[in-house]
């Protein structure tokens, strides 16, 4: 869930300026309902898509999403803002609808940097409904389109690891994502994960404590440290740890 997090807040960050603006005029104009809008306008169409969800209308919810892709001429952007707002409220079967329209809109529209988008709702949406296949699929067709993308590197050898599958190329992708990032916690994380799922227990341990220590806040490294530890006969420190990453989850879980 770490990795779907961390994709959820990128590309939250590509429509916030979006939101924020959207949000004022809301409150400037006191709309309450979509006939005060203007038909075209549909960044305030998905605003109020969500509105509706955080009060559980989901008819509504669907009315403003299809005249905000029927207000947009450039569909592929529209239906990738509707995958990125399913995903966050945790409707992902729904994220993966939009996400695969967005994605085969963007190749016909001919925008990359939107199919890219659109493939890491796509492995967003698999990962999170359990769909390693899928979550692969899209992960692999989006590092085509750029190949180093230091982001798309790890998560894919992340992935690979979890799956115990292809190891000696997750290993090639992650030590290249940490030859571009090498102070990220979640990526050496993801090279230590590997290092176990090969069979390197100790050398596991060693890079996942240094990942711990970049990134202290981070209940899944917390669990990967323990997982190894235990596999290492270090029962005491294990639990100590393994407690650290509930109390952690806790926290997070309630932000």
């Known amino acids: 869930m770490r990795r779907a997090r961390e994709i959820i807040f990128k590309y939250r960050r590509n429509i916030i300026i979006v939101v924020v603006l959207a ?13 005060d809008l203007r038909p075209e306008d549909v960044d305030r169409h998905l605003i109020l898509a969500e509105q509706y969800i955080w ?3 989901f008819k509504s919810a669907a009315r403003e999403f299809k005249l905000a892709i029927n207000a947009d001429n450039q569909r592929a952007r529209t239906y990738a803002a509707i995958s990125l707002i399913l995903a966050r409220n945790g409707l992902f079967k729904g994220s993966l609808k939009y996400a695969q329209r967005a994605e085969k ?4 529209e001919k925008n990359e940097a939107l199919q890219i988008e659109a493939l890491n709702l796509i492995y967003l949406a698999n990962n999170a409904l359990g769909m390693s296949k899928g979550s692969i699929r899209a992960l692999e067709k989006a590092l085509k389109l750029h190949p180093k993308d230091a982001n798309l590197q790890n998560n894919l050898a992340y992935t690979y690891a979890e799956e115990g599958i292809k190891l000696d190329r997750a290993l090639v992708l992650s030590k ?19 290092y176990f799922k090969s069979g390197d227990k100790p050398l596991a341990r060693k890079i996942i404590k240094r990942a711990v220590r970049l990134s202290p806040g981070d209940p899944v490294i917390r669990q990967h440290l ?13 639990r100590i740890n393994m407690r650290k990453a509930a109390l952690l989850n806790e926290w997070w879980t309630t932000k």
């Open 23 to 35: 949000v004022f005029w809301l409150l400037v104009q006191k709309t309450t309902s979509s006939e």
């Open 55 to 57: 009060n559980q209308d």
């Open 105 to 108: 809109k963007a190749v016909e």
């Open 176 to 194: 290249q994502s940490l030859l571009r990032q090498p102070l990220n916690g979640n990526f050496l994380d993801t090279l230590g994960w590997i």
């Open 226 to 238: 323990a997982e190894v530890e235990e596999s290492l006969g270090m029962i005491a420190s294990a």
